[in-house]
Nanobody, 126 residues
Framework: QVQLVESGGGLVQAGGSLRLSCAASGLTSSVYSMSWFRQAPGKEREFVAGIGWGWSGSSTTYADSVKGRFTISRDSAKNTLYLQMNSLNAEDTAVYYC?????????????????WGQGTQVTVSS
């Protein structure tokens, strides 16, 4: 059974940093494409960052809104996905979710993903 568990969220002042983690268990292959999404109150879940799309190993993709501020990475030995978030602002406030696509293709739409974590809250105070 696949399980994704996020951690590392919290309250931070604007301009600050946080590092989110997503511990994965039950994934039978290391070639899963994985991504981070976020959902703010009253808004749809949106793509933030992805890694390993299209069986590309460690290649990364970012939403324009976070490019240059956020960094996605993963430690295959630990089965853990990370999201380093710097220069946070109020618009980054949301619940952040990690997701895994067993087909290895990835993408920016939620329907591409088979497994989701429960989410971790990030709140940025201005």
């Amino acid at each position: 059974q696949v399980q994704l568990v996020e951690s590392g969220g919290g309250l931070v002042q604007a301009g600050g940093s946080l590092r989110l983690s997503c511990a994965a268990s039950g994934l039978t292959s290391s070639v899963y494409s994985m991504s981070w999404f976020r959902q703010a109150p009253g808004k749809e879940r949106e793509f933030v960052a992805g890694i390993g799309w299209g069986w590309s190993g460690s290649s990364t993709t970012y939403a324009d809104s976070v490019k240059g501020r956020f960094t996605i990475s993963r430690d295959s030995a630990k089965n853990t996905l990370y999201l380093q978030m710097n220069s946070l602002n109020a618009e980054d406030t949301a619940v952040y979710y990690c997701a895994a696509d067993r087909a290895g293709l990835g993408g920016i739409t939620t329907r591409r993903y088979d497994y989701w974590g429960q989410g971790t809250q990030v709140t940025v105070s201005s």
